[in-house]
């Protein structure tokens, strides 16, 4: 035999309200939420537009890379998508890794001298 499912009273329900209210308040005073305030709901590098349906794809990225710096002004964040911000983090760590690797190994560097287009000119000329 099928269970009834049971509705919850309203008192159940008012604290649930009540919950939710409060835990969007706490993120609107995250740094999270303070961005989405202060910008469009646009990736700055893709220019991805967002709306309340997948807002959850659009981050806050740290341009100086310190969670820690978070003026209320925003001057440290910026809004971009999951895509770009992973980018924005790759790049930044392979240029904190590069750098470090390139200074122990500036003298073993090999330097490019092929020039796949330096006959091009005269190869041009003669086609005509």
């Known amino acids: 035999m099928p269970q009834k499912k049971t509705q919850p009273d309203k008192d159940q329900l008012t604290k649930i309200v009540t919950e939710a209210r409060r835990n969007q308040e706490l993120r609107e005073q995250s740094y999270r939420g303070q961005a989405l305030k ?3 709901w646009v990736c700055g590098r893709c220019a991805r537009e967002f709306t309340h349906k997948n807002l959850a794809e659009l981050t806050v990225h ?5 969670h820690d710096d ?3 002004d925003g001057s440290n964040w ?3 998508c999951l895509y770009c911000h992973d980018n924005e983090h790759s790049r930044y760590e392979e240029t904190r890794f590069s750098s470090t690797t390139i200074s122990k190994n500036t ?4 330097t490019a001298t092929h020039n796949p287009f330096a006959n091009l ?4 000329d ?3």
Do not use: Q, R
Not at 121 to 124: R, T
């Open 38 to 40: 202060l910008y469009p």
């Open 62 to 66: 740290h341009k100086n890379h310190d």
């Open 70 to 72: 978070n003026p209320a």
């Open 78 to 80: 910026e809004l971009l």
């Open 107 to 110: 003298s073993s560097t090999a």
């Open 121 to 124: 000119k005269s190869l041009l």
């Open 126 to 128: 003669n086609k005509h």
